[in-house]
T-cell receptor, first 112, second 112 residues
Framework: GQQVMQIPQYQHVQEGEDFTTYCNSS?????IQWYKQRPGGHPVFLIQ?????EVKKQKRLTFQFGEAKKNSSLHITATQTTDVGTYFC????????????FGTGTQLKVEL | NAGVTQTPKFQVLKTGQSMTLQCAQD?????MYWYRQDPGMGLRLIYY???????DKGEVPNGYNVSRLNKREFSLRLESAAPSQTSVYFC???????????FGAGTRLSVL
């Protein structure tokens, strides 16, 4: 079945360091979404990428969709303590319906 | 505008007990979802409802039932709780024209 994997599973960084999480799908995706979940919180939508090779920026966050539309990345420049949380990618379920398959998530911890 | 509201926030059950998790959204969304979240496994879809009166199984439906009572409400029932159902449960809704899912605050369930 469809699988969406993320690496790394955990990442500890010092405040000010950069961070990148990678998302890989076993199938081609029509689009990919990214969500952030703060500790003890719920997932919150960040962004959606649709086009092959698309790059979008939100302040210090840069999102990229691969040329083959099977992978994506999220890069955070100069991390801050407010970036702490788990980042999930999600793609449309290939079996149809209005469903998403979520990645396994990358948990980011930022130390002062 | 409350968004997606889940009740209860916390629950402890004994093995074999039953309970219903409630979810309501006030955004007039057509699609609603139930996920469970376990450490290191991301979000896994239990059931979803594309519209009022319809429901469909997700990735991990065994041991659960759902009811789409009306457009606003989508409940998840555990008929005979098992320790393997200890998890955090999230309800989400999706507007028909958008891929974005909006999540509730979650229900933290422990089955002893």
């Amino acid at each position: 079945g469809q699988q969406v994997m993320q690496i790394p599973q955990y990442q500890h960084v010092q405040e000010g360091e950069d961070f990148t999480t990678y998302c890989n799908s076993s199938t081609t995706l029509s689009n990919i979404q990214w969500y952030k979940q703060r500790p003890g919180g719920h997932p919150v939508f960040l962004i959606q990428l649709v086009k092959s090779g698309e790059v979008k920026k939100q302040k210090r966050l840069t999102f990229q969709f691969g040329e083959a539309k099977k992978n994506s990345s999220l890069h955070i420049t100069a991390t801050q303590t407010t970036d702490v949380g788990t980042y999930f990618c999600a793609g449309p379920f290939t079996g149809g319906g209005n469903k998403l398959t979520f990645g396994t998530g990358t948990q980011l911890k930022v130390e002062l | 505008n409350a968004g997606v509201t889940q009740t209860p926030k916390f629950q402890v059950l004994k093995t074999g007990q039953s309970m219903t998790l409630q979810c309501a959204q006030d955004m007039n969304h057509n699609s609603m979802y139930w996920y469970r979240q376990d450490p290191g496994m991301g979000l896994r879809l239990i059931y979803y409802s594309a519209s009022e009166g319809t429901t469909d199984k997700g990735e991990v439906p065994n041991g659960y039932n759902v009811s789409r009572l009306n457009k606003r409400e989508f409940s998840l029932r555990l008929e005979s709780a098992a320790p393997s159902q200890t998890s955090v449960y999230f309800c989400a809704s999706r507007k028909g024209t958008s891929a974005i899912q909006y999540f509730g605050a979650g229900t933290r369930l422990s089955v002893l």
